[in-house]
Structures are given as C-alpha cells and as structure tokens.
C-alpha cells in the first residue's frame, strides 16, 4: 500500500511523513477513520514508508514523500508478508475453528481480505469474510497476550517491529488490560497503529495511551467528481422517484431543468457514477457511499439497483446525456428520465 492509493488525504498524509522522515514517531498511535476513507489502508502505508529503504520526495504534486513500492521492504509490507509486522483483529468462531478462536487462527485468511479489498474492507464485510455474525467477533485476552510475547522478542529484520491493532474498541476488558503495559511502556523502534473509526467505545485507558491521527472523513476513495455540488439534488431527486407525487415531481424538474446545458450535463454523469458504484455496491460488495447526509437513505438505496435495472437505468440516463447534448428542451427531457428510473427501481 502506497500514499498514493489513498484519496483524500493529502493534508493527513504529508504530516505523518514529515513527521516520520525527522524521526519523532511516537510508539502508539491511532488512525481514527472509517475503513472506506482508508484508514486500514492509510495505517499499512505508513509502515511501508517507514520500512522503506528508498523514500521518495517529491517537489511537485500533492504528497510531498511516498514509499517507493519497489524495495524489498515495501514488497514485504505490501503483500503483508513482512515478518515484524503483526496484525491484530476481531475474530470469532467458525465453521473451522469450533473453540478458542484467535488471531492466529486466521492470519492467512485476513491478509486475503486486506489484499483483495485494496484495505478498504469494512468490518462487516470482514465478519461476512469469516462467515460469523458481528456481534460474535472480538479480540480476546489470548491475542493481547500474544501480542506482549512478540513485541518481547527481538525483531526478526533487525528493524521496526510494527503492530497494527484493527478496531481495539472490540477488545475485551481483559484483553486491553493485557495491552495497557505494552502502551505505558515504550520498547525502542516498535510503533503500535490502532485503526477505528471512532473513540467512543475504546477504553480510556487506552485512549489516553495513543497519538491520534485523524483522517477526513466522508471524501475517501469513491468520492464522485462533483459530489458536494450534486448529492443533494440528486438524494432529493431519487426520493420522489419512489413516491411519484406529481407536483413535487414538476417542481424538482424545473429546477434541474433550470441549471445550464453544461451542469445538467454534469449532473447526469455523476448519476450515472453513482448509479455504477451503488451496482458495484450490490453485486461485488465495494463500498460505495452517496453521501447526502442522510443516514438511512446512504444505507438503503444502493439495494435498488441490482443486475435487474442497471441496464435500463444506464440506458435511460444515457439517452438524457444524448439529449440534453443535442439541445431538447430540459424539462421533457428530465421528466422523461425520471419515470424511466422510477420504473427502472421497481423492477429491482
Ligand atoms: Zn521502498
């Protein structure tokens, strides 16, 4: 995982590694931010910039610095194969592992998750990966103290020994006791990353522990060109596509038909985005978010549209874009998209 992979946070990225490159990493930090900002992804290409053996820093561009992607060290970090690095995680019990569950028991099976989602995997996605309910995944008093055993042994590269804790608010009482040593007292040359997306529920014990990192939220890795601009029109838009009162309907058409050739141009394509990753949502399980502010609507309506009404939707939206382009009269135009995808979303 490279800086450069990670959306959105230019300002958080070139601050870690300024602060990295003078050498005043602090041994326990926290990476608060949703996975799907990148905050598992941000945590990985922080080790892999502290590993790297060729640094790169650039004069132009956003990120000032990187990790080259091509030493051995990155090679190891990126496939998550470096031998001092340990991943901490919630788990549970499976169909394989009947008893006593624990972090060991599913290395290989989480470097696969990070890996195939890019790190942008939520933890639901990882429970749906294991195949167990969420309420069941934990991180216990087993894995705290493997944890102290291996930050007890010398590192096997002679390097960093790094630790990356995903989610630690779902570490039991008993398991961030055992934790609370490693944290009060700093081993030289071993960085602890905490990954989760909020501070409520860590204990505060551990919380007064860490140097936290705060990502932005809500403008990661699938943030659509024009989203600020457009998100509410379209939310607002889509709703009454599902009631179809008429006279609300007309007045939401004006307004678009109100906008220039060029906006309503724009605005159609970043539907159609939205329309592709709320698919990809569906059918590949990538995380996609509107964004509209509005919670249960952002949850609900990437379900819509499925294998069934992609096409039609695609295809209606397209011929708007076709039209609008070869200047018919924005009202029909918009009208006539908006009972096509009312009656596209009903054939879900
Ligand atoms: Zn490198």
């Known amino acids: 995982m490279q800086f450069k992979d990670i959306v959105g946070q230019r ?18 930090q926290m990476v608060l931010g949703d996975e799907r900002d990148g905050s598992l992804a941000l945590a990985l290409a922080y080790l892999q910039y502290l590993c790297c053996e060729h640094r790169m820093h650039h004069a132009e561009g956003d990120l000032r610095a990187d990790s080259c992607g091509e030493c051995p060290s990155c090679k190891k970090v990126s496939q998550l194969m470096h031998p001092d690095l340990h991943l901490v995680f919630p788990n549970a019990t499976t169909e394989r592992v009947k008893s006593n ?28 990966h294991l195949g167990v309910d969420n309420k069941q995944g934990m991180i216990r008093e087993s894995d ?35 934790l609370l040593k490693t944290l009060e007292e700093p081993m030289p040359q071993t960085l602890i990353l905490l990954v989760d997306d909020s501070l409520e529920e860590l204990l505060p014990t551990i919380r007064s522990r860490v140097q936290v990192v705060r990502m932005k939220t809500g403008n990661g890795n699938r943030k659509t060109e024009g989203s600020e601009e457009f998100a ?12 179809l009162k008429m006279k609300e309907l007309s007045a939401q058409v004006d307004k678009m038909a109100a906008m220039g050739r060029e906006q309503q141009k724009q605005f159609l394509s970043y539907t159609l985005d939205v329309m592709r990753d709320c698919f990809l949502q569906t059918t590949a399980g ?35 874009l076709f039209a609008i ?12 998209l908006s009972f096509r995808i009312s009656k596209a979303l009903k054939k879900r």
């Open 144 to 178: 705290a103290a493997q944890i102290v055993r291996t930050l007890g042994m010398k590192a096997y590269e002679g390097g960093w020994r790094m630790l990356v804790i995903w989610r630690p608010s779902r570490m039991n009482a008993s398991a961030a006791n055992e």
């Open 11 to 28: 300002d958080v990225i070139n601050r870690l590694t300024e602060i990295i490159d003078s050498g005043r990493v602090s041994h326990a």
């Open 232 to 243: 509410p029109m379209l939310v607002g838009w889509l709703r009454m596509l599902f009631k």
């Open 101 to 128: 569950p624990s972090c060991a028991d599913f290395e290989g099976e989480f470097r696969e998750f990070i890996l195939a989602h890019k790190g942008l995997g939520t933890l639901e996605q990882w429970y749906d």
């Open 286 to 320: 990538l995380p996609c978010r509107i964004e509209s502010g509005d919670e249960k609507f952002d949850a609900m309506f990437p379900n819509m549209v499925t294998v069934n009404n992609i096409d039609l939707i695609n295809d209606a939206l397209n011929d708007a």
């Open 325 to 336: 382009g070869r200047n018919a009269y924005g009202k029909i135009a918009f009208m006539e």
